[in-house]
Nanobody, 118 residues
Framework: QVQLVESGGGLVQPGGSLRLSCAASGSAIRLYAMGWYRQSPGKQRELVAEISNISSGGSTNYADSVKGRFGISRDNVKNTMYLQLNGLKPEDTAVYYC?????????WGQGTQVTVSS
């Protein structure tokens, strides 16, 4: 069974940065299109960044709301995915999750809370 463990969240001031990590076990994430999602209270979970599988070149795509500020990457040796968050805004406050990009997701991890506040 695939397990996903997110970490790296925290409280940060507007304009600050964080780096989130997603450690995977049970499957090689390089074989799949992977994504970072976020969910804030009262809203649906949304996909904010995705990276294609290794055979597709690891191309990346971002939601308009985070384009130019967030960067997704993957370490195939460590089987870990990252999300660099720069220029954080209060509206980025959410629980961030990693998973396969698309409808065929694995069991969700616990997520990591990102709070942007002064």
């Amino acid at each position: 069974q695939v397990q996903l463990v997110e970490s790296g969240g925290g409280l940060v001031q507007p304009g600050g940065s964080l780096r989130l990590s997603c450690a995977a076990s049970g499957s090689a994430i390089r074989l799949y299109a992977m994504g970072w999602y976020r969910q804030s209270p009262g809203k649906q979970r949304e996909l904010v960044a995705e990276i294609s599988n290794i055979s597709s070149g690891g191309s990346t795509n971002y939601a308009d709301s985070v384009k130019g500020r967030f960067g997704i990457s993957r370490d195939n040796v460590k089987n870990t995915m990252y999300l660099q968050l720069n220029g954080l805004k209060p509206e980025d406050t959410a629980v961030y999750y990693c998973n396969r990009a698309g409808v065929r997701v694995w069991p969700w991890g616990q997520g990591t809370q990102v709070t942007v506040s002064s």
